[in-house]
T-cell receptor
Framework: DAKTTQPPSMDCAEGRAANLPCNHS???????VYWYRQIHSQGPQYIIH???NNETNEMASLIITEDRKSSTLILPHATLRDTAVYYCIVRVGNRDDKIIFGKGTRLHILP | EPEVTQTPSHQVTQMGQEVILRCVPISNHLYFYWYRQILGQKVEFLVS????????KSEIFDDQFSVERPDGSNFTLKIRSTKLEDSAMYFC???????????FGPGTRLTVL
């Protein structure tokens, strides 16, 4: 079973920052937080991952709380193309091979 | 940017027929995976493959399923005798190293009639 909890759905206005929360209260010290998204019926797309420091790339920012029990994925300027299901996943680096997907958060970007 | 590709994009077959789904991994990737997603359900792990051997397989991956890398480039998933419940999207994923970030292909939609 997935080790994370995410809201089933969220709305965000186009042009605004989309903040997607994820709870992973049982995370271990060697587990990374990964985010993927799946645009309707397409393959999951890697977004970002981190261990304990905040991370940023061209797609998004990942904010991990100091106790690492939760994190937030931030899409800084959401567009209609960001409408997708977003998956928060925890994996042990160098050990967890397969990805176990949960139900994710269905993000609707509103025009 | 290198991508994982999959063919065909859509396969329709009759129950009991054999199907082969194909994946071309990113060129320097060594670990390969198949996942499936039944309509409206979660993405599920099927099998992982490295060095021409299955590393891990799920309960779903029964004797009807097989994987191989026949020519050093394509990575294939074969279903010997398809059932109605095999209808799903099948995704290939690849990664350069063990437990690295996985990159997924666009998927093959399999419809079993």
């Amino acid at each position: 079973d997935a080790k994370t909890t995410q809201p089933p759905s969220m709305d965000c206005a186009e042009g605004r920052a989309a903040n997607l929360p994820c709870n992973h209260s049982t995370i271990s010290g060697n587990e990374y937080v990964y985010w993927y998204r799946q645009i309707h019926s397409q393959g999951p797309q890697y977004i970002i991952h981190g261990l304990k420091n905040n991370e940023t790339n061209e797609m998004a920012s990942l904010i991990i709380t100091e106790d690492r029990k939760s994190s937030t994925l931030i899409l800084p300027h959401a567009t209609l193309r960001d409408t997708a299901v977003y998956y928060c996943i925890v994996r042990v680096g160098n050990r967890d091979d397969k990805i176990i997907f949960g139900k994710g958060t269905r993000l609707h970007i509103l025009p | 940017e290198p991508e994982v590709t999959q063919t065909p994009s859509h396969q329709v077959t009759q129950m009991g027929q054999e199907v082969i789904l194909r994946c071309v991994p990113i060129s320097n990737h060594l670990y390969f995976y198949w996942y499936r997603q039944i309509l409206g359900q979660k993405v599920e792990f099927l099998v992982s493959f490295y060095n021409n051997e299955i590393s891990e397989k799920s309960e779903i991956f029964d004797d009807q399923f097989s994987v191989e890398r026949p020519d050093g480039s394509n990575f294939t998933l074969k279903i010997r005798s398809t059932k109605l419940e095999d209808s799903a999207m099948y995704f290939c994923a690849t990664t350069p190293g063990f437990a690295d970030t996985q990159y997924f292909g666009p998927g093959t939609r399999l419809t079993v009639l």
